[in-house]
């Protein structure tokens, strides 16, 4: 009877190990579908055989020292089933209706996952399909499907990485463990929402492209796309910059003992918010100044020519106001009192202005 005790116990580290590498091997697979963030999974994914290796090796481990032990006590002249009884009987009642309960659970939402998974993707195809129909529009069709792509990838993802946590809340855990469980989850979902905002920005500009060369007429509205695209194109960027200090905030603030790094984080976002403010006033400011400068229709040429060499001067000078005031909003968001700075630059200023004007007389 020891020995069918004995090779039960090994039967059972085996399949133990068994799973855990087959849940790396889709862990794996399911870390190559994340195109955006290759370049972070890629050293996981090579490390993949080193980690089964060393998963099997604990197992082949846990075999010998289970044997080793059961091996002890035969040589003992004591029963292991008994040694194994009175083990067990250590442990509360409870706690067995407690497991089957949480492993009831477990099964129950396994399996809830994997049939709900496939009708999920089924809808996103769909929904996938009828927005690349919903106009006549071929040119943001990559873009529609690449969005609902990773919709559906990383929903996917989601969904297991909540379905985990339950499974983990439903087995006895410390505390401090708990407290942590839903931060990946929180992080994954930041970066998903973001990105998700970036493609369907790209399905945007894919369709404006699309229309401003179908209406390329002077007084449609969407000339002005045109104009703009390259503030829309920094839009996108500058977005992606906040993502990624966002999620960082996000981390911090999870974390109790670095929550403080949160100060400077907010302070980053609002100098990037700063500085595409001051690029799209600078592209407004431009702009307007042509339209107001240019556009007016009872012009002589002389008036024209004169025009067109004053706006390069100009669109300098309102440029550099715009860096300017921005540059002293930065200053302030960083707790840099600007005003030696300011009176600095005065002082460097006037000294120029007299320099230059003693070499000119």
């Not at 499974?167 to 929180?186: A, E, R």
Request: proline letters at 3%; aromatic letters at 10%; hydrophobic letters at 50%.
């Amino acid at each position: 009877m020891d020995i069918v005790i004995i090779i039960a116990e090994v039967c059972i580290l085996i399949s133990v190990t068994i799973l855990l590498n087959w849940v790396l091997g889709i862990l794996v697979n399911k870390l190559t579908t994340l195109g955006k963030f290759t370049e972070y999974t890629q050293p996981f994914i090579r490390q993949h055989k080193t980690i089964q290796k060393i998963v099997t090796l604990s197992g082949v481990l846990l075999c010998l020292i289970t044997i080793g032990v059961n091996g002890f006590i035969i040589y003992q002249g004591r029963s292991v089933q008994e040694f194994q009884l009175n083990l067990l009987q250590l442990i509360p009642p409870q706690f067995w209706s407690n497991l089957a309960i949480s492993t009831l659970k477990s099964v129950m939402i396994v399996l809830l996952v994997k049939l709900s998974l496939p009708r999920v993707n089924i809808f996103i195809d769909q929904l996938s399909i009828r927005a690349q129909n919903y106009d006549d529009v071929d040119a943001n069709d990559e873009s529609v499907a690449e969005f609902f792509e990773y919709l559906k990838n990383n929903l996917n993802i989601i969904i297991w990485i909540t379905a985990g946590i339950l499974l983990i809340q439903f087995f006895p855990i410390p505390d401090i463990i708990q407290n942590y469980l839903y931060i990946p989850l929180k992080i994954y979902l930041a970066i998903t929402m973001g990105f998700l905002v970036i493609k369907a920005i790209s399905i945007g500009i894919d369709t404006l492209d699309h229309f401003s060369t179908q209406y390329s007429d002077a007084r449609h509205p969407l000339r002005l796309y045109e104009r703009f695209r390259d503030l829309i194109l920094l839009l996108q960027k500058f977005l992606q910059y906040i993502i990624y200090v966002s999620i960082a905030t996000l981390v911090f603030e999870e974390i109790e003992f670095i929550s403080w790094l949160t100060t400077y984080t907010n302070i980053i976002t609002e100098v990037i918010v700063v500085i595409f403010i001051s690029q799209a006033l600078i592209q407004g400011s431009y702009f307007f100044l042509e339209e107001l400068v240019l556009k007016p229709k009872n012009l002589t040429e002389e008036q024209k020519k004169r025009r067109h060499t004053l706006i390069p001067l100009a669109k300098s000078l309102l440029k550099y106001l715009v860096y300017f005031c921005a540059a002293i909003s930065i200053l302030k968001l960083l707790s840099i009192d600007p005003g030696p700075i300011l009176a600095g630059a005065g002082i460097l200023g006037l000294a120029l202005g007299l320099g230059a004007q003693a070499l000119i007389n």
